[in-house]
C-alpha cells in the first residue's frame, strides 16, 4: 500500500520556523524525485521545491527561495521541508507528491503518481 503521510504542519508566528517531514512508504522511495506542493486558502496549488533521487539537486519557487530548504533521508524513506522566516502567505496545506526519477516542476496533482494528504501550516500573530 503505498503512502505519503506529511507531518509537522502547526501554528506558528511571523518570522518563526517549522520543519515538515513526509514518510513513504510502499514504493521505492530513493528511486523517486520529491515535490512539496502546498494551496493556500482559497487559491490553486502552488509548486514550492523539489529534490532528485539523490538529494544533491535541488529547486525552489521564487516565493520561498532563500527561506525554505528541502532535503531528503533515503535510509528512512522521510522527505523534509524547512522552512524559516515564516510570513503569512505561507499558510497553506502542504502536500509531498513524487512521480519518478525525474523532476518534476509542476502543481497539478495529475502529475504524480504518489500524493500526500497534506499538513496545515498556519502563520499568524
Known amino acids: 500500500q503505498v503512502q505519503l503521510v506529511e507531518s509537522g504542519g502547526g501554528l506558528v508566528q511571523p518570522g518563526g520556523s517549522l520543519r515538515l517531514s513526509c514518510e513513504a512508504s510502499?514504493?521505492?522511495?530513493?528511486?523517486?524525485?520529491m515535490t512539496w506542493v502546498r494551496q493556500a486558502p482559497g487559491k490553486g496549488l502552488e509548486w514550492v521545491s523539489t529534490?532528485?533521487?539523490?538529494?544533491?539537486?535541488?529547486s525552489y519557487a521564487n516565493s520561498v527561495k532563500g527561506r525554505f530548504t528541502i532535503s531528503r533521508d533515503n535510509t528512512k524513506n522521510t522527505l523534509y521541508l524547512q522552512m524559516n522566516n515564516l510570513t503569512p502567505e505561507d499558510t497553506a496545506v502542504y502536500y509531498c507528491?513524487?512521480?519518478?526519477?525525474?523532476?518534476?516542476?509542476?502543481?497539478?496533482?495529475?502529475?504524480?503518481?504518489?500524493w500526500g494528504q497534506g499538513t496545515q501550516v498556519t502563520v499568524s500573530s
Open positions: 507528491a513524487g512521480n519518478s526519477i525525474t523532476m518534476l516542476f509542476t502543481a497539478n496533482k495529475s502529475d504524480y503518481k504518489y
Open positions: 510502499g514504493f521505492t522511495f530513493e528511486r523517486v524525485a
Open positions: 529534490i532528485n533521487i539523490l538529494g544533491r539537486t535541488t
